[in-house]
């Protein structure tokens, strides 16, 4: 079995590796999150063992990136010195199937590891296709459609509306976006979260006219709330 490794303490990821290796499984190891994005389309994980603070992104946002275009999602494990009940809950409803805080002994962890393989082996094919009001979306055939009609939208447009429809009512800033949707955290990128932006208000339709508003915050980013 194949497992990808993200931890950017090089000391650390070493004994990780050496304890997945005594159990004979491969280890991909990744010090950053973009190293790890780059990597995850051309490559086929049993199963995922992040930390939460890296280099260049936040371990729950490399999760919710790859949920955006994986068509089966790995199943997913934080190992991390985070240890505050909020963060545990925080990546749990995100999707993460188990959480371990450091430090943990290798017996425990590749404990936690060979359940959560057992729990993950027989699960069905995740959701592919999703439905808001009049807006449906299928990403194994990548094709969004209003009111029964298809809307041509370019891979970026998709994954960034899908997110926005599946985090109705919260308030994402452009940083967070970008992470997510691009796999890259630049401030000077951020433009392109509000070009893509105005183009899903049209494309879409996600104005107060057909019953969405997609609002930006001053500072802070955009909403997308039904209009009710």
């Known amino acids: 079995m ?3 490794l993200l931890e950017d303490d090089l000391a650390f990821a070493e004994v990780l590796i050496d304890w997945l290796q005594q159990d004979n499984f491969e280890v ?24 939460w603070a890296l280099p260049d992104m936040e371990g729950p946002d490399v999760m ?5 275009r994986a068509k089966k999602l790995p199943p997913i494990i934080f ?3 985070r240890s505050e009940e909020q963060d545990i809950v925080r990546v749990i409803e995100a999707g993460a199937d188990d959480y ?10 590749m404990a936690r590891i060979h359940a959560l393989l057992r729990r993950t082996s027989n699960q069905p094919i995740d959701q592919t ?14 094709v969004a459609n209003l009111a029964g009609e298809e809307v041509r939208l370019t891979d970026k447009e998709f994954d960034l509306a899908l997110y926005f429809l599946k ?3 919260a308030l994402l800033s452009r940083v967070h976006l970008m992470n997510v949707v691009w796999g890259a955290s630049s401030e000077v990128e951020t433009r392109k979260v509000d070009v893509h932006i105005s183009h899903l208000r ?23 709330e039904r209009n009710r």
């Open 202 to 224: 049209t494309k879409l339709k996600l104005t107060s006219e057909y019953g969405w508003r997609l609002t930006s915050v001053y500072q802070q980013g955009y909403r997308l």
């Open 79 to 81: 190992f991390t010195g």
């Open 100 to 109: 371990v805080v450091k430090p943990a002994s290798r017996p425990l962890l």
């Open 64 to 68: 919710v990136s790859i949920k955006l």
């Open 129 to 142: 296709n999703y439905e808001f009001g009049t807006l449906t979306f299928d990403t194994k055939l990548r």
């Open 28 to 51: 991909d190891h990744f010090k950053t999150g973009l190293d790890f994005l780059r990597q995850f389309s051309h490559e086929q994980y049993d199963l995922c063992v992040f930390d």
């Open 2 to 4: 194949k497992i990808a």
């Open 167 to 169: 985090n109705e009512g």
